[in-house]
T-cell receptor, first 115, second 110 residues
Framework: DAGVIQSPRHEVTEMGQEVTLRCKPISGHNSLFWYRQTMMRGLELLIY????????DSGMPEDRFSAKMPNASFSTLKIQPSEPRDSAVYFC?????????????FGNGTRLTVT | RKEVEQDPGPFNVPEGATVAFNCTYS??????FFWYRQDCRKEPKLLMS???SGNEDGRFTAQLNRASQYISLLIRDSKLSDSATYLCVVITGGSYIPTFGRGTSLIVHP
């Protein structure tokens, strides 16, 4: 079975540009998470969807960040405008159900560099 | 106090050694616990769940101490390939939001 698929793997952009990260969760999983990882702060939850509905976006840093999940097989995380401090690895993860015993399955991540 | 805390390490051990990591959590309503492994420049991958009675998977043993609010991971007979960062994950009932620790770095040397 295919795992969580993220694209692009790497993104280098200039400050002020729009960045769109994409994620395809594992088929049948109904919860999707976007995380950001940096050396300084570790893994931080940005937003969590359940059945395509945003449940908790309290981790989204500011209005420059937005996330959508138009259907069960696709989600995007957009940063507009991007800033150098947004440089990080962005992971998407999915899980089956909302039962607390369901582990997360991560995608390979998108390494974002904003110059 | 952070929700989930881990000693960042690094733990530098020789092959064959036994090493243990702890992870403390602050929310007494936490219900589910996992250990993940993350290799350099890779995504975190599930290593094992942590059950209330403790559980073992080969050389790896996970334990939960609810009274003191910590989980542990014991690795016996360390291999070079065990070198990685080990992340603990705590899920609090109701919200189902997995919270990650910062990770503990393990380096196994010949």
């Amino acid at each position: 079975d295919a795992g969580v698929i993220q694209s692009p793997r790497h993104e280098v952009t200039e400050m002020g540009q729009e960045v769109t990260l994409r994620c395809k969760p594992i088929s049948g999983h109904n919860s999707l998470f976007w995380y950001r990882q940096t050396m300084m702060r570790g893994l931080e939850l940005l937003i969590y969807f359940n059945n395509n509905v945003p449940i908790d976006d309290s981790g989204m840093p500011e209005d420059r960040f937005s996330a959508k999940m138009p259907n069960a097989s696709f989600s995007t995380l957009k940063i507009q405008p991007s800033e150098p401090r947004d440089s990080a690895v962005y992971f998407c993860a999915s899980t089956l159900g909302t039962g607390s015993n369901s582990p997360l399955h991560f995608g390979n991540g998108t390494r974002l560099t904003v110059t | 106090r952070k929700e989930v805390e881990q000693d960042p390490g690094p733990f530098n051990v020789p092959e064959g050694a036994t090493v243990a990591f702890n992870c403390t959590y602050s929310n007494s309503a936490s219900q589910s616990f996992f250990w993940y492994r993350q290799d350099c420049r890779k995504e975190p991958k599930l290593l094992m769940s942590v059950y209330s009675s403790g559980n073992e998977d080969g050389r790896f043993t996970a334990q939960l101490n609810r009274a003191s609010q910590y989980i542990s991971l014991l690795i016996r007979d360390s291999k070079l390939s065990d070198s990685a960062t080990y992340l603990c994950v705590v899920i609090t009932g109701g919200s189902y939001i997995p919270t990650f620790g910062r990770g503990t770095s393990l380096i196994v040397h010949p």
